[in-house]
């Protein structure tokens, strides 16, 4: 099959719908609009989150498009191959004979092809989006990190194409397509490189800062292990640390070696994982000075941050450890000394918070309930990726945003997401 073959579907029928709103499906979606071909909507199995639009087109259930089935609407199927047998079954129910199976080669085909000129909009729905560091890195093994230059180019589409609101407009419900750009750690490079960017466009934004390294010259206990094992020329080729062995002979090993050593140190309390850090500088004749590069922001910039009309200052506790595998007192003590010490600074109260890291297992009840108790009422995570005043008034998913440099790159990762 190729993607001419589905061109040749649409048009030969007067309605078509897209079996599958999901990544495949907007390809598709996108794809045809470009050829002059545009479906008519989505199916899909069960609405999920009162979702009812996707990429400017409806989204049915199954049972709703039943009838325009019957009476001639074709069908293409624009899933995962491993859904493909279930979503059969599903028309079959309904008996529908004429459907067409994209398969994902053909997908593949009609993502190389498209332009993602046009940006679509999906009314009713909030996106935050969540970048770390604004900085040039010539190695970013944490995939963090958006060169100023990429950066400035994504911030001019979003002007360009959407309303983008600051954090606290997330709880007011509208019928727009609405961005939320957030940021997670407090790097000094947030200072220094985005927020220029930001109030040259006027573009609002959130800093979750962990207050553990405000004021000194100690890098994020990950950038340490990169530093420790990736760019230290004492490291020995080969090491044994918390009972691994490592062989660290290339970069890719280094690397691999940096993600396995981060996966042990993020469960564990912070004072247990300085002292690994501390044994992990010895075994590997690291001299501990921290990279200016990879400075934390300064108080005096955290001031001038709040100072800011386009930002808004958030908490994300003090030692970004992973809070689930913590006991709720430290959790507390987490919560509450990252918010005093942030308030202390700026000098009032601060209302947001983002958990470290963010997937569902790096938190639990017990933060969601201390994080509230502390006076948080708009609480990030990164598990899911709208917000959704239905399932949770004040938990709100964020889709990372990777060094995307092009602008098209940029428009199909909007469209797509
Ligand atoms: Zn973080």
Redesign the pocket.
């Known amino acids: 099959m190729l993607s001419n073959d589905v061109i040749e579907y649409v048009k030969g029928h007067d309605v078509v719908y897209c079996y599958g709103a999901g990544r495949f499906g907007k390809i598709a979606r996108v794809f045809l609009s470009e050829n002059g071909c545009p479906i008519d909507g989505f199916v899909v199995s069960k609405i999920e989150n009162g979702q009812r639009e996707c990429l400017e087109l409806p989204i049915y259930e199954i049972s709703e498009a039943a009838e325009n089935i019957k009476s001639g609407a074709g069908i293409i199927i624009c899933v995962n191959q491993t859904l493909v047998d279930i979503f059969v079954n599903h028309l079959k129910e309904i008996e529908a004979k004429d459907y067409l199976i994209v398969d994902e080669n053909v997908i593949a085909q009609m993502d190389q092809m498209n332009s993602y000129d046009k940006v679509f909009h999906q009314k009713g729905r909030t996106r935050t989006l969540l970048y770390?560091r604004i900085q040039k890195l010539e190695k970013d093994i944490w995939g963090i990190a958006c060169s100023p230059q990429s950066f400035e180019l994504q911030m001019k589409i979003l002007k360009e194409h959407f309303e983008v609101v600051p954090i606290d407009d997330i709880i007011v419900c509208t019928d727009k397509d609405r961005i939320i750009i957030s940021f997670?750690?407090g790097y000094k490079d947030n200072y220094e490189n985005a927020l220029p960017i930001l109030e040259k466009y006027n573009i609002p934004a959130v800093i979750?800062v962990?207050t553990g390294n405000i004021g000194s010259d100690k890098e994020?206990w990950w950038d340490e292990i990169e530093r420790i094992i990736c760019s230290n020329e004492k490291c020995p080729d080969n090491i044994l640390f918390m009972g691994d062995e490592y062989a660290l002979t290339d970069m890719g090993l280094k690397v691999g070696a940096c993600y396995k050593i981060r996966e042990n140190l993020l469960r564990m309390l912070p004072e247990e994982r300085d002292e690994q850090l501390s044994i992990l500088r010895e075994i590997t004749l690291d001299d501990g000075a921290g990279r200016m590069d990879n400075k934390s922001i300064s108080a005096n910039e955290l001031k001038m941050l709040d100072k800011a009309a386009v930002i808004t200052i958030g908490g994300?506790t003090v030692s970004?450890s992973r809070l689930s595998a913590e006991p709720e007192e430290m959790q507390r003590w987490e919560i509450e000394e990252s918010k005093h010490v942030i308030e202390n600074y700026i000098g009032h109260v601060i209302t947001t918070f983002?958990?470290?890291?963010?997937g569902i297992e790096d938190y639990d009840e017990k933060t969601i309930s201390v994080a509230r108790e502390a006076g948080y009422e708009i609480i990030a995570a990164v598990t899911r990726k709208y917000y959704d005043p239905k399932m949770d008034e004040y938990n709100f998913g964020r889709i990372c945003v990777q060094n995307i440099e092009s602008a098209r790159d940029f428009k199909r990762f909007l469209s797509l997401n």
């Open positions: 770390h997670d750690d979750y962990s994020f994300h970004h983002s958990f470290p890291f963010g």
